[in-house]
């Protein structure tokens, strides 16, 4: 396993893992307890959105996690705007915070009132959306054979691309962050060339967060459900 970038957000490393495994723990993500909001009691609104459809937004606004909170903690929120404009997810107010201020829920025009009261709940991305984490998905690491005279063009974009010599071609591995392929099978396709694409036994692993926990966390809480899961299997 080799790291290729790393931040709060983003972890993208390169690992000889078996697709069904990776697999495994990408749906194993959704294992992983997330609060949201889950009821909301809307006593007034004037806009234009159906109260439906403001609370499909409000339940997808991601909530800073508390190592604190646990599977049956409800937090309580309140949502109280009077004036002309944008209402964001900023302006709710309560026993927590979210991720971003500046998701917008809905527009209020003059003289109009969005009043609501709402409550979380602990869940699991498997069951709604809006308890998800983040995202791991996954690609092919990949070497890619094509004639030599790509070679500037490909480095003027991917100048950090590993690129090596071998008679009148040139072999890109795509096994970085960003994915070469689609660039290189362009250059070909119009200059009339072909270039040849051979798959590694690696693969290229990415998790983004949403911002409730760190890609990090994610991962280890992703390996830690699917441990669980065939502890399980294997005692029945």
Not at 82 to 106: A, H, L, M, Q
Not at 173 to 192: H, M, T, Y
Request: positive net charge; aromatic residues 6%; proline residues 2%.
């Amino acid at each position: 396993m080799e790291i290729i970038t790393k931040s709060p957000e983003k972890i993208v490393f390169i690992a000889k893992i078996n697709e069904s495994l990776a697999n495994s723990i990408r749906r194993s993500v959704g294992l992983t307890s997330i609060m949201a909001i889950e009821e909301l009691e809307i006593l007034k609104n004037d806009s234009a959105l159906y109260d439906e459809t403001i609370a499909h937004r409000m339940g997808l606004i991601p909530i800073k996690m508390d190592k604190s909170w646990k599977e049956d903690t409800i937090l309580k929120l309140k949502l109280n705007v009077k004036r002309e404009g944008i209402v964001y997810s900023g302006d709710i107010k309560g026993d927590c915070e979210f991720i971003y201020d500046n998701i917008p829920i809905t527009l209020l025009g003059k003289d109009q009132e969005l009043k609501i009261k709402a409550t979380t709940k602990m869940g699991l991305g498997k069951n709604h959306a809006k308890f998800n984490p983040g995202i791991l998905f996954y690609r092919n690491a990949c070497e890619i054979t094509l004639n030599k005279e790509f070679e500037s063009e490909i480095k003027k974009v991917f100048p950090k691309a590993d690129i090596k010599s071998k008679g009148d071609n040139i072999i890109v591995k795509d096994n970085g962050s960003k994915s070469l392929i689609d660039f290189c099978e362009g250059l070909v396709q119009k200059s009339g060339k072909q270039a040849s694409v051979k798959d590694t036994d690696e693969l290229v692993i990415t998790i983004e967060s949403f911002g409730q926990i760190s890609a990090e966390e994610i991962f280890k809480k992703a390996i830690d459900a699917l441990k669980k899961k065939l502890k399980e299997l294997k005692l029945k």
